[in-house]
């Protein structure tokens, strides 16, 4: 019941708060199914001065349409109005049996200043065929309000505010670009510099870091020298040194016509630290201080090696 009672308050409201439409109108009753009419309405009462309003008259007549003709349909006389359109139009219909037509004028009229404007009566002119008599019809006066005008809207804030929120994405996005180019070039330039170092050198600094001759665990560190003697291998020829045997490892140096000086020190080294590895914790230090100098040597005549050939590719 409460919704129900808001809903018509509402409705009430809205009603006899808003403008209405204005309507006069003028009969000429004939008999029961024939009736000249003309009806003039404005769709506002109340208009801001830059705006305009719309009045509209039209002429109907139901029956025997050939019975009347208009003969003349006075423009609207204005008061504080001026006149910037008009048009016209015809309809021929039936409305509950009986035919009907409908003559309708629209006039564009735009305020001049503020205050209160007028629409004068309208005077229709129609003959009537049947009789060949000529009447009137004339309807009542309208009047409007003129208000203050109504600011118009610019595109200007919405153009601005969008300008701005691009440019914003826009720098935005050109900063995003240029980071990623910069951190792309900057792995690129430190992949670069890492190519130019030596493998020998990269690897041996990491081989002194992990593997410590004061370390009283010399398991340990044999364990460690060969994880990074391991890595560097497979690395520098290319083979699964991490996952086959030192046999296999041989083998595969071998086939790749390594000198047999370097051949048997990698032999030496990886049997060492495969001794250390099963024997239980029993494993002499000097073998690993052996191991570990064979692995210096290694890397030493690889990375003398290395650039011997590059002195040779490259002129002088």
């Not at 019975?67 to 008009?86: A, F, Q």
């Not at 503020?114 to 000529?134: C, N, Q, V």
């Not at 364990?223 to 699964?240: A, D, G, M, N, T």
């Not at 570990?292 to 003398?304: C, G, I, Q, R």
């Amino acid at each position: 019941m409460h919704f129900l009672f808001s809903v018509v308050f509402i409705f009430f409201l809205v009603n006899f708060c808003l403008p209405q439409n204005q309507v006069t109108s003028a009969v000429s009753s004939l008999s029961q199914t024939e009736a000249i009419t003309a009806a003039v309405q404005v769709d506002l009462n109340e208009v801001p001065q830059n705006r305009t309003v719309t009045c509209t008259i039209k002429v109907s007549w139901q029956g025997n349409l050939s019975r009347y003709e208009i003969d003349k349909v006075e423009s609207p006389v204005l008061t504080n109005l001026e006149e910037i359109g008009n048009s016209s139009s015809n309809s021929v219909g039936e409305v509950a049996g009986v035919m009907q037509a409908v003559r309708t004028y629209e006039y564009t009229l735009q305020p001049i200043e503020l205050g209160m404007a007028y629409i004068d009566g309208i005077i229709i002119e129609y003959t009537d065929t049947k009789y060949g008599e000529t009447h009137r019809l004339v309807t009542d006066r309208l009047e409007i309000r003129v208000v203050t005008p109504i600011k118009k809207r610019t595109l200007k804030p919405f153009i601005f505010a969008a300008s701005t929120l691009f440019f914003l994405a826009l720098v935005v996005t050109l900063g995003f670009v240029f980071l990623k180019r910069k951190k792309t070039r900057e792995a690129e330039l430190e992949k670069h510099a890492q190519e130019l170092i030596p493998i020998e050198e990269r690897y041996l600094a990491d081989f002194k870091e992990k593997v410590d001759l004061k370390n009283q665990n010399v398991v340990e560190m044999f364990s460690s020298l060969s994880k990074v003697f391991r890595s560097y291998l497979s690395e520098k020829y290319q083979i699964p040194a991490l996952e086959i045997t030192t046999k296999e490892i041989a083998s595969k140096l071998i086939e790749l016509a390594v000198p047999e000086k370097i051949i048997n020190e990698v032999d030496e080294i990886l049997n060492s630290c495969d001794v250390a590895k099963f024997s239980g914790g029993q494993v002499e230090k000097a073998t690993l201080e052996r191991a570990y100098t064979l692995v210096e040597d290694v890397f030493n005549k690889n990375k003398s090696s290395r650039r011997e050939e590059r002195n040779r590719i490259e002129p002088s």
